[in-house]
């Protein structure tokens, strides 16, 4: 079924807020790639962890943001290729996990204090007889006083799902293969109510007829207590992420069959009853991407990742996206962060990483969007409905990069309400500026290039609705007015 959308469209100023107290921000280090893997807050104090290209292997950063999106601190580790989930904050302490050598024949951890400072060394973790290569840590965590890296390797030809148990100071504890096959992965863990640790692993041969994805939780000895295999098929080809409700585990995966894949949200019980509690359309031009999969205090499970419908004009090949539901799998709400891009008429390649809950219920979130071939990061807060403006909320919400222009006074729209012709009065000095009329769900019905400061337009073949009038100087919107038609058709 086809999204009943209405529209909220607001203006991004690069570096400010959008609204009152919520905002959605670029943010451009001085990186050509910018990709924010976590965010987290102690003491409403907000740190994230970013990625960036600098060379083989390549490095992170380790950043704080205020309550209003700013930069206050960012500390280079040059020597840290940072995973997925690369950051776990205890007690005093920031510990940032990844990978280490052009190699990547072993993990690293280094320990930093809330300003930024590293204590120590950055701690490479070996193991005494294993020579691992293309190691790669996606996930960690801290459970009774060690941390738990998960990610995959390579040796004696297969790759290995593998658990690195280590104390503080990167001394081994324990390794634990989870899978040794063609695919094995470890991508995500969570800890259940009674401490298991819980991980979400891809296995497989290579060609993927025989991959699935198993949930595995383990006791404090490390022994499988529990374990959850899918069905085998080549449609299980993503990374799969996860999280422990309740009762329940929910994971991210591809559900056939279908015509093509789909992404979709599983919940096992502990007896192993199976739910599917949501699954887009089958259609190949709409897919849903999973980031991260997150419980909320109230039991809520919040989905984060990318949205895409080629089918719209113009199309979505990947935009930023929310969408939270209940355990059972109610859709509480959706929302797209919608990026348009007038130069290609497209949306902005982008996608949500991670999100970390307010006390007050609000959203706090970190994600990345391409601007000009180069990913920059994401800096966002939204209210716990996932709306930027509380009082005008649509499941699509464009924000889009502008100028700092304020055009509130210089553009009238009338009559508005109108049912079958409106004038449009320009102010001189916006003259240069080209415009468009999108419908109610981003599609471009009319573009104008206007020679005079009073223009009439036609709706007399338009379908009663909401549209919007878009204004756009040297290739960027810096304006828009909503138009309200109703000529009955």
């Known amino acids: 079924m086809r999204y009943s959308i209405v529209i909220l469209i607001t203006f991004l100023y690069l570096n400010s807020n959008i609204g009152q107290d919520n905002f959605f921000r670029v943010v451009k280090f001085d990186a050509e790639f910018n990709l924010p893997t976590q965010i987290d807050q102690i003491h409403n104090r907000y740190f994230s962890v970013v990625s960036h290209f600098c060379g083989n292997p390549s490095c992170c950063s380790l950043v704080e943001f205020n309550e209003t999106g700013d930069t206050l601190n960012r500390v280079v580790l040059s020597d840290i290729d940072a995973g997925f989930k690369t950051m776990v904050i205890s007690n005093d302490t920031i510990t940032v996990f990844g990978n280490n050598n052009a190699l990547y024949t072993n993990f690293r951890m280094a320990h930093f204090d809330f300003d930024g400072n590293k204590l120590g060394e950055t701690i490479e973790i070996f193991h005494p007889t294993k020579n691992y290569t293309s190691a790669f840590q996606l996930t960690a965590q801290k459970l009774n006083g060690k941390f738990h890296i998960l990610g995959t390797a390579r040796a004696d030809d297969l790759q290995h799902a593998l658990m690195y148990v280590v104390h503080p100071d990167g001394i081994l504890d324990t390794l634990v293969t989870i899978a040794s096959n063609n695919k094995a992965s470890s991508f995500d863990s969570d800890v259940d109510s009674e401490g298991n640790l819980v991980s979400f692993n891809r296995e497989g041969s290579t060609g993927g007829a025989n991959n699935f994805i198993r949930v595995v939780k383990y006791n404090d000895a490390y022994d499988t207590i529990w374990s959850y295999n899918t069905e085998k098929s080549i449609n299980h080809l993503s990374a799969v992420r996860g999280v422990v409700t309740e009762n329940n585990v929910v994971f991210s995966t591809y559900t056939p069959p279908a015509t093509s894949p789909r992404h979709t949200l599983r919940s096992i019980d502990e007896n192993k009853n199976e739910t599917i509690i949501y699954q887009p359309e089958q259609v190949v031009s709409n897919v849903r991407g999973f980031s991260r999969i997150k419980l909320l205090d109230n039991g809520d499970i919040l989905g984060i990742g990318g949205f895409q419908d080629i089918s719209l004009s113009p199309p979505v ?101 109108v049912s079958e012709r409106f004038s449009i009065s320009i102010p001189d000095d916006l003259l240069d500026c080209s415009f468009m009329i999108l419908d109610d769900i981003g599609r471009t019905i009319r573009k104008m290039q206007p020679l005079e400061s009073k223009v009439e337009e036609s709706v007399a073949e338009l379908s009663s609705g909401l549209y919007y009038l878009v204004v756009l100087r040297d290739g960027k919107m810096i304006g828009t007015r909503k138009v309200l038609v109703e000529n009955g058709k």
């Not at 930027?388 to 729209?413: K, M, N, R, Y």
Request: aromatic share 10%; charged share 30%.
């Open 317 to 417: 090949e990947q935009a930023p996206w929310l969408i939270r539901m209940s355990p059972a799998g109610d859709i509480r709400w959706k929302r797209v962060f919608y990026e348009l891009d007038p130069l290609t008429n497209r949306a902005r390649f982008g996608t949500l990483r991670d999100v970390t809950e307010l006390p007050n219920g609000d959203l706090y979130g970190v994600g990345d969007m391409e601007f000009e071939s180069i990913t920059h990061s994401i800096v966002f807060k939204v209210d716990s409905d996932g709306c930027l403006t509380p009082d005008d909320c649509g499941i699509v919400q464009f924000v889009t990069d502008t100028e700092d222009v304020d055009i509130s006074d210089d553009i009238t729209v009338y009559p508005n309400p």
